[in-house]
Structures are given as C-alpha cells and as structure tokens.
C-alpha cells in the first residue's frame, strides 16, 4: 500500500466531525478518486472516526487515517499517515506528541502500515495553524528550505503543503516540487473546481480535496477530472 501511494493523483478528505449523508458519501467513494483520507483538526473522535470508517469500507478504495490525536486512532485502515509540523515553533507539534504516542502504545503500534508526513502549514487563520502553533510567514525560499529538511535531511517519504482552507501560492508549490527528489508531494487548501484542481495538480503529485464536499459537492466532484 505505501508504493501504491505514491500513484495517487487525486484524494478526498473527509471529516469525522462533519455530516455527510449515505448519498453524498456514495458519490464520493464512486468518483474515481484514488483513495479517502480520514481526519480533521478538531472534533474527531474514536467514535466519529470508527463510524466513518465502518461507512466507507462498504467501498473498494483504499482509506487512510491522518492521525491528529493518539485517542482517535482507530484499528482498519490501510494506512496511518503521522504529519509533523515542521514550521511549528512548539517541538511537540514536530515530535513530542508522537514519542508520547510511542511511549504508550508503542507495542501495539503497526510499523509497516505508518507513513511520516514532513507537514508545512501557511494559512494563519487555519485551526491547524492555531493549534500547532505555526509560523506562517515564510517566503518561498523559507517553505522550500522545509521541504528540503524533509527531504534530504529526515528523508520523510511525504511532504504535505497545508494551506487548509484557502488557495495557496502556486508558484511557491511549484518550486518545492521542482526540489523534491525522493518525497512525494501533496497539497491540499482551497481546491473548489476543476480548474483549481487541475492547477494543483500540475505542480504537486498529489491534490487532496475537502473542505467543498461539504459546500458544493458537484464542484467536489468534478475535481476528479484530473486522473481521469
């Protein structure tokens, strides 16, 4: 599964704290997406999660679990993606809560089945830049100069550019793809159309879709064009 990964094009989000009914769900799950990646900033629980998993196993696609709280984990999915914030300025948001994470249930932790994500955040305004305290003011040289600690220094197999909810910098994506030599690169924020998908797209290797399932899922949708 972590070599399949690296041949996504296209992956819908979806949030355990957010309502999607039985149809939209279907749609989503039989677009043509390559996979469906689970989690959220806020408000996801062992719970939500689980009943959000148990939901989109009735489909053939691969589902993974971005793991942002050690009590919301839930056994099942393909794959556990672990972000470290790198532009965080507070250290548990790059390695404490894993080694707590580790420290506790490290016995019963599936090695094969975790993939480190090297996480840049650069909306200010997110929740996930709130919460991880993220220093956002970076040039493109500084978010280049991440992705390359990433890269070269962690050798981290995903760097993931976290503009969350608003439409990043093309030009600073494509200039952290053009560095990249062995990390997959993912984006994510503000994806609302085909077009700004197809813009994404053709500076990242992997676009991931969410935040307009919930607002416009036509426009979701349509996005998938892109691996088609």
């Not at 100069?145 to 197999?157: C, F, N, R």
Request: hydrophobic share 40%.
């Amino acid at each position: 599964m972590k070599e399949m990964m690296k041949s996504w094009r296209h992956v819908f989000k979806l949030d355990p704290d957010r309502e999607l009914d039985d149809r939209s769900l279907d749609a989503v799950c039989m677009s043509g997406t390559d996979a469906i990646m689970v989690g959220g900033s806020s408000g996801v629980t062992y719970e939500n999660t689980i009943d959000l998993l148990s939901r989109v196993r009735h489909y053939e696609l691969p589902c993974v679990q971005e793991v942002s709280d050690m009590e919301s984990i839930v056994p099942g999915f393909d794959l556990y993606l672990i972000p470290m914030v790198l532009n965080s300025s507070n250290p548990a948001w790059i390695v404490g809560h894993q080694q707590q994470a580790i420290e506790r249930f490290g016995y019963l932790i599936p090695w094969e089945l975790l993939v480190t994500e090297g996480y840049i955040v650069l909306n200010a305004d997110s929740t996930v830049a709130q919460l991880t305290d993220a220093y956002t003011e970076l040039e493109p040289l500084g978010v280049v100069a991440y992705a390359q600690v990433a890269d070269k220094l962690m050798s981290l197999p995903i760097v993931y550019l976290e503009y969350s909810g608003t439409y990043g910098d093309m030009e600073t994506v494509r200039a952290v793809h053009e560095e990249l030599e062995d990390a997959q690169l993912i984006y994510g924020g503000g994806i609302k159309d085909l077009h700004t998908a197809q813009q994404a797209a053709a500076v990242s290797d992997t676009i991931v879709v969410g935040n307009i399932i919930y607002e416009n899922l036509e426009q979701a949708l349509q996005t998938v064009q892109v691996v088609k």
